[in-house]
């Protein structure tokens, strides 16, 4: 069984560009939580989906940033117009319900010049 | 809300020396907790858990105990290796309506000499 995967490893993208990721969570995981690790810190919580749903954004950036998790294929991070400040590994977890174990991706390191 | 405070690294060890991490929390109602392991470029591997008071998690030869009368979760490990060196997080999931996100402390880096 594939762990959770997670491209680009590495994504560079220049301020005003936009910033795609992708996870596609374990077989049978129908749960994504995505989270946010700046230099020297830990990880912060961004927003965590269900199939087709949006159930809780409240670490989600106001602005710029949206996610979506479609009935086919992976879950989407978008980060439009990206400032240098949006530099940062960000990983998905996946977990098979709400209430169970959550597995990392690798991460995707973005990097904005 | 819920926070999680651990000791700032970076740890520098020799091999063989004990181990221990502190990890404290605040939180409402009754967390599980956990500690995560972050080597170089890589993502979070879940090395122990905890889900209610008193309960010993163990793995690899790390082991914590979730204190509720001192809200803490102390990793430890009596003799580590070289390999052992990472950033080691502790975690607690906040179990809501809105799902079970995590709750991560800044992470402690952990350097081991030969």
């Known amino acids: 069984n594939a762990g959770v995967m997670q491209n680009p490893r590495h994504l560079v993208r220049r301020r005003g560009q936009e910033a795609r990721l992708r996870c596609s969570p374990m077989k049978g995981h129908s749960h994504v939580y995505w989270y946010r690790q700046l230099p020297e810190e830990g990880l912060k919580f961004m927003v965590y989906?269900?199939?087709?749903?949006?159930?809780?954004e409240s670490g989600m950036p106001k602005e710029r940033f949206s996610a979506e998790f479609p009935k086919e294929g992976p879950s989407i991070l978008r980060i439009q117009q990206v400032v240098r400040g949006d530099s940062a590994a960000y990983f998905c977890?996946?977990?098979?319900?709400?209430?169970?174990?959550?597995?990392f991706g690798p991460g995707t390191r973005l990097t904005v010049l | 809300g819920n926070s999680v405070t651990q000791m700032e690294g970076p740890v520098t060890l020799s091999e063989e020396a004990f181990l221990t991490i502190n990890c404290t929390y605040t939180a409402t109602g009754y967390p599980s907790l956990f500690w995560y392991v972050q080597y170089p470029g890589e993502g979070l591997q879940l090395l122990l858990k905890a889900t209610k008071a008193d309960d010993k998690g163990s793995n690899k030869g790390f082991e914590a105990t979730y204190r509720k009368e001192t809200t803490s979760f102390h990793l430890e490990k009596g003799s580590v290796q070289v390999s052992d060196s990472a950033v080691y997080f502790c975690a607690l999931s906040g179990s809501s309506n809105a799902g079970n996100m995590l709750t991560f402390g800044g992470g402690t880096r952990l350097m081991v000499k030969p």
């Open positions: 989906l269900q199939k087709e749903n949006i159930i809780d």
């Open positions: 977890a996946s977990s098979p319900s709400r209430a169970d174990e959550q597995f």
